[in-house]
């Protein structure tokens, strides 16, 4: 056995060993999210020789994702978060290839992303975008890892066509906007997103290499309080996704509608579902990160150079900016999912 070679670690495992390393050498992902999740994951496959890992995100790296955004330093304030993270990545181990891809992930596109791909990972914050990963790749029988991370705790669940019940099996729709908290809005610990991350990669390399131990159940674990929890999820027939393959969001029946406004820099956003938004509860939220004035019709926020102005129906007109990605971006962030 050659001591000195990269996976040497690896190869030396009883659950790994030099087959399983070639079969991972072979193996192709794409992450779904560069962000805290995204990176730890990127980091940990990349690190682990998965021999093709795709990378999507559309945000670029901001001082706030330093905290916790592992792969990113100062230098890399203000530039795409693929391209700062496949710059990290290639230093680390450039006998594999990584593709960087600085793109909205939608109903257009989210085929072509995951489609000649062994396992998709998640590493997003966006409800819907979760919901577009499920129907894909329910459509294109591909395993997905989801994960999630916020406040102090975090959930993880393999999802695999036909075997496992489905995203949808555990969260049937949607949620209403602002009934979700936001990493944005109420904070995530730093070591938060490294736990779950790492959960997800190791949950990553089980299904790469067909191993039985592949974790069939929902994960929930809060770091602060130490609780760990493995709760049976039970397949649900009459799901609209794996029961009755509607694949809806795939089809883009259900999405969001962004639309520019005029040529001076304004974006309006109507969610996938009309809901009554609580004005209350948003407002509280908003105020720790902007100037927030509640006019009962319309909450107004200015963040940054932005403003958003939020209607009771979850329609929100974002002021300052012609781009769309930035504006879809600022409302996922701010107001829902
Ligand atoms: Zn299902």
Redesign the pocket.
């Known amino acids: 056995m050659v001591v000195n070679n990269r996976y040497n670690r690896h190869i030396l495992l009883r659950t790994i060993g030099k087959q399983g390393q070639e079969r991972l050498t072979k193996s192709r992902v794409v992450i779904i999210g560069c962000g805290a999740l995204g990176t730890t994951i990127a980091n940990n496959l990349v690190r682990s020789g998965v021999g093709f890992v795709r990378i999507v995100d559309r945000d670029i790296v901001e001082l706030s994702n330093l905290q916790r955004q592992m792969l990113f330093d100062e230098d890399d304030i203000g530039i795409p978060k693929p391209i700062a993270a496949a710059r990290k990545l290639e230093k680390i181990n450039s006998d594999i290839i990584i593709e960087p891809i600085v793109d909205d992930v939608n109903y257009r596109n989210i085929e072509n992303i995951i489609k000649t791909m062994d396992v998709v990972i998640d590493g997003t914050d966006n409800m819907l975008i979760r919901f577009l990963i499920n129907d894909a790749c329910m459509k294109h029988a591909i395993p997905w890892v989801y994960g999630g991370a916020i406040e102090t705790y975090g959930m993880t669940m393999n999802i695999i066509p036909p075997k496992t ?2 995203f ?2 555990l969260i049937p729709d949607i949620p209403g906007i602002g009934e979700l908290p936001t990493c944005d809005t109420v904070g995530v610990l730093t070591t938060i997103p490294n736990i779950i991350g790492s959960l997800q990669s190791t949950e990553v390399l089980k299904i790469l290499l067909r191993k039985k131990e592949v974790n069939k159940n929902l994960i929930t674990y809060d770091v602060w309080n130490h609780s760990f929890e493995s709760i049976e999820i039970k ?2 027939p009459y ?1 609209e ?3 009755k393959h509607h694949y809806e969001f795939l089809k883009g029946k259900l999405k969001e509608d962004v639309v520019s406004l005029c040529e001076k820099g304004a974006i309006q956003i109507s969610p996938v579902k009309k809901t009554v938004v609580s004005f209350d509860e948003l407002e509280k939220k908003l105020r720790n990160v902007g100037e927030v004035e509640n006019r009962k019709i319309i909450l107004r926020c200015k963040i940054q150079n932005y403003e958003l102005n939020i209607f009771q129906n979850g329609r929100a007109i974002i002021m300052g900016t012609n781009d769309k990605k930035i504006a879809k971006s600022l409302y996922a962030k701010y107001i829902g999912f």
């Open positions: 019940p489905c949808r099996c397949k649900n799901c996704c794996c029961g």
